[in-house]
C-alpha cells in the first residue's frame, strides 16, 4: 500500500476500552466514520488484531494516525502503560505493527493528547496556541497545549491532572495515589456519589434526568465545585488562554455553566481573561487529532526528513 496521492488517503483509530473508532480521513474531510466493538478484556493482542482487520477494510492507504488509551511513548510509537481495561496491552509497539502491515508511516498518540490536538486544529480551540483539555469520565484525563503542540514531560506523560492531590487529608498511607482530584471530580465519582443515596442510580444520563430533585441537585453542585476546585488551581499555574472542558458530562449545559461560574468567582480577577469552553468534536475529537498528526507525519516522511515538532508532547489520566 502506499505511494503519496496528491492528496493523502490516511488510516485513524482511536482505540479505547469500550470500542475503537475509525475512520479515513482525506481531503479535510472524515470519512467512513464507524465504531467497533473493542472487546478490550480480550486483551492487548486481540486488540490490535481487530485494529489491524479495521484498516485492511479499507483500501489503499498513505499513513496511519492512532489515537490510542494508555500511557504512550511517542516517539517509539508504544504503549509505556496501561491499566486493566486493556490487559497486556503495556509495552505493546504499535509502531512496528503497523508499519510492518501496512508498509506505510504510522504514529501513535495517547487518545486525550490527540482529542486536544483535534480541537486544536479542528474544534473548540481552533487558532489557540495555549490551552489546557480536560476529559471527565471514569477519571480525569489532561493534555497541555503550548505554542501549538503538546507538552510532555521529562518521561512522556505529563497532564496526570486526574491525579493532582487536592484533598491531602484524605490520602491514604501505602496507597500510591489518594485524595486526588479524579477520586472526587470524574463521572465515576459522580454516579458513585448519588448512587450512595438512590441505588438504583447507574449511569450520568439518569442522575440529570432527575436534577430537579433537592437530594440529587445537592449532590451534583457539591460535585461541580470538586472540578471547579481543581481547575481553579490549573489556571493558576499555566494561565492559559482557554481550558477546554470534555466528556459526555459537560453536554449538559446547566453543568457547563455552572463550572465556569465557580471557576471564575475563585480565581484572582487578574486571571478571569481565561476562556472556559466545552469541546465541540465531541467523541470524534481523537481520530481528528490522529488525523492531524498522521497527515504532518505523512508528510515530512515522504518529503525525507521528520518535523522534530511533532515529537516534543504529553498527558494521561487515572489515579492509581
Same mark, same amino acid.
Given at each position: 500500500?502506499?505511494?503519496?496521492?496528491?492528496?493523502?488517503?490516511?488510516?485513524?483509530?482511536?482505540?479505547?476500552?469500550?470500542?475503537?473508532?475509525?475512520?479515513?480521513?482525506?481531503?479535510?474531510?472524515?470519512?467512513?466514520?464507524? /465504531?467497533?466493538?473493542?472487546?478490550?478484556?480480550?486483551?492487548?493482542?486481540?486488540?490490535?488484531?481487530?485494529?489491524?482487520?479495521?484498516?485492511?477494510?479499507?483500501?489503499?492507504?498513505?499513513?496511519?494516525?492512532?489515537?490510542?488509551?494508555?500511557?504512550?511513548?511517542? /516517539?517509539?510509537?508504544?504503549i509505556r502503560?496501561?491499566?486493566a481495561n486493556?490487559?497486556?496491552?503495556?509495552?505493546?509497539?504499535?509502531?512496528?505493527?503497523?508499519?510492518?502491515?501496512?508498509?506505510?508511516?504510522?504514529?501513535?498518540?495517547?487518545?486525550?493528547?490527540?482529542?486536544?490536538?483535534?480541537?486544536?486544529?479542528?474544534?473548540?480551540?481552533?487558532?489557540?496556541?495555549?490551552?489546557?483539555?480536560?476529559?471527565?469520565?471514569?477519571?480525569?484525563?489532561?493534555?497541555?497545549?503550548?505554542?501549538?503542540?503538546?507538552?510532555?514531560?521529562?518521561?512522556?506523560?505529563?497532564? /496526570?491532572?486526574?491525579?493532582?492531590?487536592?484533598?491531602?487529608?484524605?490520602?491514604?498511607?501505602?496507597?500510591?495515589?489518594?485524595?486526588?482530584?479524579?477520586?472526587?471530580?470524574?463521572?465515576?465519582?459522580?454516579?458513585?456519589?448519588?448512587?450512595?443515596?438512590?441505588?438504583?442510580?447507574?449511569?450520568?444520563?439518569?442522575?440529570?434526568?432527575?436534577?430537579?430533585?433537592?437530594?440529587?441537585?445537592?449532590?451534583?453542585?457539591?460535585?461541580?465545585?470538586?472540578?471547579?476546585?481543581?481547575?481553579?488551581t490549573l489556571?493558576?499555574?499555566?494561565?492559559?488562554?482557554?481550558?477546554?472542558?470534555?466528556?459526555?458530562?459537560?453536554?449538559?449545559?446547566?453543568?457547563?455553566?455552572?463550572?465556569?461560574?465557580?471557576?471564575?468567582?475563585?480565581?484572582?480577577?487578574?486571571?478571569?481573561?481565561?476562556?472556559?469552553?466545552?469541546?465541540?468534536?465531541?467523541?470524534?475529537?481523537?481520530?481528528?487529532?490522529?488525523?492531524?498528526?498522521?497527515?504532518?507525519?505523512?508528510?515530512?516522511?515522504?518529503?525525507?526528513?521528520?518535523?522534530?515538532?511533532?515529537?516534543?508532547?504529553?498527558?494521561?489520566?487515572?489515579?492509581?
Amino acid at each position: 500500500m502506499g505511494g503519496m496521492r496528491n492528496s493523502a488517503r490516511l488510516a485513524v483509530l482511536d482505540i479505547g476500552g469500550t470500542s475503537i473508532k475509525s475512520g479515513v480521513y482525506e481531503n479535510g474531510r472524515m470519512l467512513q466514520f464507524k /465504531e467497533t466493538p473493542t472487546q478490550a478484556s480480550k486483551g492487548g493482542a486481540f486488540v490490535v488484531n481487530r485494529a489491524l482487520a479495521i484498516v485492511h477494510g479499507m483500501g489503499d492507504i498513505d499513513g496511519i494516525g492512532i489515537s490510542t488509551a494508555g500511557q504512550v511513548d511517542f /516517539e517509539n510509537g508504544k504503549i509505556r502503560h496501561a491499566n486493566a481495561n486493556i490487559p497486556d496491552y503495556t509495552g505493546t509497539e504499535l509502531r512496528r505493527i503497523f508499519e510492518k502491515e501496512f508498509h506505510v508511516p504510522a504514529i501513535i498518540e495517547n487518545d486525550v493528547n490527540a482529542a486536544a490536538l483535534g480541537e486544536g486544529h479542528y474544534g473548540a480551540a481552533r487558532g489557540v496556541k495555549d490551552f489546557l483539555c480536560l476529559t471527565y469520565g471514569t477519571g480525569v484525563g489532561g493534555a497541555i497545549v503550548i505554542g501549538g503542540k503538546i507538552y510532555r514531560g521529562a518521561g512522556g506523560s505529563a497532564g /496526570e491532572f486526574g491525579s493532582m492531590v487536592i484533598h491531602g487529608k484524605q490520602v491514604i498511607p501505602g496507597e500510591r495515589i489518594s485524595g486526588c482530584y479524579e477520586e472526587q471530580a470524574s463521572t465515576a465519582a459522580l454516579v458513585r456519589r448519588v448512587k450512595a443515596i438512590m441505588p438504583e442510580i447507574t449511569d450520568g444520563r439518569q442522575i440529570f434526568e432527575k436534577i430537579e430533585e433537592p437530594a440529587v441537585k445537592k449532590v451534583v453542585d457539591s460535585w461541580m465545585d470538586e472540578i471547579a476546585y481543581g481547575l481553579v488551581t490549573l489556571i493558576h499555574i499555566f494561565h492559559p488562554v482557554c481550558v477546554l472542558l470534555g466528556g459526555g458530562v459537560m453536554g449538559q449545559e446547566y453543568v457547563a455553566l455552572s463550572v465556569r461560574n465557580r471557576v471564575m468567582e475563585k480565581i484572582m480577577p487578574s486571571f478571569r481573561d481565561v476562556q472556559i469552553r466545552t469541546t465541540a468534536l465531541g467523541n470524534k475529537a481523537g481520530l481528528w487529532g490522529a488525523a492531524y498528526l498522521a497527515e504532518q507525519y505523512t508528510k515530512n516522511k515522504e518529503e525525507g526528513y521528520e518535523d522534530s515538532s511533532l515529537h516534543q508532547t504529553g498527558s494521561r489520566n487515572h489515579c492509581r
